[in-house]
């Protein structure tokens, strides 16, 4: 397991964007497959965005496609998550997630995931 320490986050309004950023402590970025993943007040934890360890190969949630884009710097030893045009229904704690699995190049499947960050809070009013 790595420890991961997110960034960003915060309120806005419908229409703007976010950028939420994530980087693994001690430990090179490169090594891990990485995905977003949100859990709005009483719903489960649900499947935003993943990126395979190249940056070659990203997989989106039907829900946040043309809005969201994930990104990876390897060198910067970060991913990001940028959020434009958000809605109201795009409120919830977004969490990233590192894989460190070889034999997957992404995966949108929350318990393959090995480590996970704090949690951030994004609203986003109406």
């Known amino acids: 397991q790595v420890q991961l320490v997110q960034s960003g986050g915060g309120l806005v309004q419908a229409g703007g964007s976010l950028r939420l950023s994530c980087a693994p402590s001690?430990?090179?970025?490169?090594?891990?497959?990485m995905g977003w993943f949100r859990q709005a007040p009483g719903k489960e934890r649900e499947f935003v965005a993943t990126?395979?360890?190249?940056?070659?190969?990203?997989r989106y949630a039907d829900s946040v496609k043309e809005r969201f884009t994930i990104s990876r710097d390897n060198a910067k030893n970060t991913v990001y998550l940028q959020m434009n045009n958000l809605k109201s229904e795009d409120t919830a704690v977004y969490y990233c997630?590192?894989?460190?699995?070889?034999?997957?190049?992404?995966?949108?499947?929350?318990?393959?995931?090995?480590?996970w960050g704090q949690g951030t809070q994004v609203t986003v009013s109406s």
């Open positions: 997630a590192a894989d460190v699995t070889l034999s997957r190049e992404v995966t949108a499947i929350a318990m393959l995931y090995t480590s």
């Open positions: 001690g430990r090179p970025l490169s090594n891990y497959i």
């Open positions: 990126i395979s360890r190249s940056g070659g190969m990203t």
